[in-house]
Nanobody
Framework: QVQLVESGGGLVQAGGSLRLACAASGRTFSIYAMAWFRQAPGKEREFVAA????????SYADSVKGRFTISRDNAKSTVYLQMNSLRPEDTAVYFCAGDRIVRQLSREQRIYDYWGPGTQVAVSS
């Protein structure tokens, strides 16, 4: 069993930055890729970024490319999402997810096995 818990959300002005963290506990060795998804009010959950076990491969949604950076510290079983140049449209609940299968990074939420409860990010204009 794996548990994921996000932290670092909050309220920030447009143009500001936030750093989200997702701490994994339990059978963390069973996690291969980690990803961030987000869900804005009234919208479906969408892919934000993903990273493989070594950190050598990453993937980003076009809407965040160049502004967000995903990274991981396996010694701490933690994945991070550095968010810069935040926009009001980045307002959402951010979820981290873990994939236990060794495969190419995926943007499909259905393939991720483990999910955190989410952390709220609000960006004011």
């Amino acid at each position: 069993q794996v548990q994921l818990v996000e932290s670092g959300g909050g309220l920030v002005q447009a143009g500001g930055s936030l750093r989200l963290a997702c701490a994994a506990s339990g059978r963390t060795f069973s996690i291969y890729a980690m990803a961030w998804f987000r869900q804005a009010p009234g919208k479906e959950r969408e892919f934000v970024a993903a990273i493989n076990w070594s950190g050598g491969s990453t993937s980003y949604a076009d809407s965040v490319k160049g502004r967000f950076t995903i990274s991981r510290d396996n010694a701490k079983s933690t994945v991070y999402l550095q968010m810069n140049s935040l926009r009001p449209e980045d307002t959402a609940v951010y979820f981290c997810a873990g994939d236990r299968i060794v495969r190419q990074l995926s943007r499909e939420q259905r393939i991720y096995d483990y999910w955190g409860p989410g952390t709220q990010v609000a960006v004011s204009s």
